[in-house]
């Protein structure tokens, strides 16, 4: 199987844009294009070094909280650790409702193309 890594780069790097603007809108937070940018940037190189299996601490569930502290700290840098800890919270809330939501939509229309490996859902794309 062919993985295509800008495709996945893309497909996150939107991914945790959206996210993460909706984060701050829900928190009512400042939002500063470029460091949302950059933030989403970061977490899709992370989802492209998961792909390699070399690299296996990065699939650790500590790093990926301490990713998610770094994406939002980088997004929004909040004032004091209760703005962090509030930010995280609906950063986790927004995410799972995505992820949810998405898996929903596969369960309902079931396709063909969509394969899971190592716990990432990815396409098969013929020629």
């Known amino acids: ?3 295509y890594l800008d495709i996945i780069l893309l497909e996150n790097l939107c991914m945790n ?3 993460l603007f909706a984060t701050g809108l ?4 400042k939002i500063k294009g470029f460091r949302i940018f950059f933030s989403s940037l970061i977490g899709g190189i992370y989802s492209i070094l998961s792909f390699v299996p070399v690299l296996q601490v990065y699939s650790n ?4 909280i301490l990713l998610s502290v770094v994406m939002v700290y980088i997004a929004f840098f909040p004032s004091n650790a209760k703005q962090l800890v509030k930010e ?9 409702a995505f992820g949810g939501c998405a898996f929903a ?3 309902f229309i079931r396709p063909q193309d969509i394969l899971m490996r190592n716990g990432v859902l990815t ?4 020629y």
């Open 1 to 3: 199987m062919t993985i």
């Open 17 to 19: 844009y959206i996210i």
């Open 26 to 29: 829900i928190h009512k937070t």
């Open 61 to 64: 569930i500590l790093f990926k």
């Open 88 to 96: 995280l919270i609906i950063f986790y809330l927004v995410s799972f």
């Open 105 to 107: 939509f596969l369960y």
């Open 123 to 126: 396409r098969y794309l013929p």
